[in-house]
């Protein structure tokens, strides 16, 4: 894997990410209650923390949870809820070690089909069925993995053209596409929930 991601909207950040498997799952884990740019500049962050120049499952795994959680709770914190992130951070890489030997790429390396893949991404935890659709979607449309059927299995995450979410950012232009569409949807579901109440 060796692509340039625009995610974090830093350079040193998107090198990691788009160079590290690890990297690029772990800001996906991270992108929620935050902007986007925070969640995926936290890998590098994080790596940079722990004195390396990439993320290592078994590493992260193994370290001590109190100390851990501190690493992504120093100024600037990693995400608004270090504490409780470190502790999904570290359930995902026990898992990759549990499950993948620590190796992220493995769990896509050989998917053949796309709810095949989907199915691996929604049983990573702190992975939904919405944040596995987004992911395979981005692993299509921007890292080459391309399963047969991926586009249907990453539902509107998947259409081509289309700007809902970290799957279709190239750039600055198409971040503030895509936070545009993120602000209608939550303006419509709002609304959805006023006319209900009434």
């Known amino acids: 894997m060796d692509v340039t991601l625009h995610l974090a909207q830093d350079p040193e950040a998107d090198a990691l990410l788009g160079r590290s ?9 991270l992108d929620q209650q935050v902007p986007m740019e925070w969640a995926f500049k936290g890998p590098a962050t994080i790596a940079a923390r722990l004195g390396a120049d990439d993320l290592d499952a078994h590493e992260i795994a193994a370290h001590d949870p109190d100390s851990f959680a501190a690493l992504l709770a120093a100024k600037p914190a990693v995400h608004r809820y270090p504490g409780s992130m470190a502790k999904r951070v570290q359930q995902l890489c026990q898992y990759l070690v549990e499950h993948y030997d620590g190796d992220a790429s493995a769990v896509w390396a050989d998917a053949d ?13 702190g992975f ?3 944040k596995a659709q987004i992911f395979l979607a981005l ?9 047969e059927g991926w586009r249907e299995a ?9 700007f809902r979410s970290v799957a ?8 503030a596409k895509v936070r545009a569409h993120k602000q209608e949807m939550k303006a419509a579901a709002k609304a959805t929930k006023a006319a209900r109440k009434k």
């Open 168 to 175: 279709d950012i190239t750039g600055p232009e198409s971040l």
């Open 128 to 130: 939904g069925r919405q």
């Open 113 to 125: 089909t796309g709810p095949g893949l989907l199915r691996r991404l929604q049983e990573l935890p």
């Open 21 to 29: 498997p690890l990297a690029a799952l772990v800001g996906m884990l």
């Open 154 to 162: 990453a539902g509107d995450y998947g259409t081509p053209g289309s």
């Open 139 to 147: 692993l299509g449309k921007q890292l080459g993995v391309r399963p």
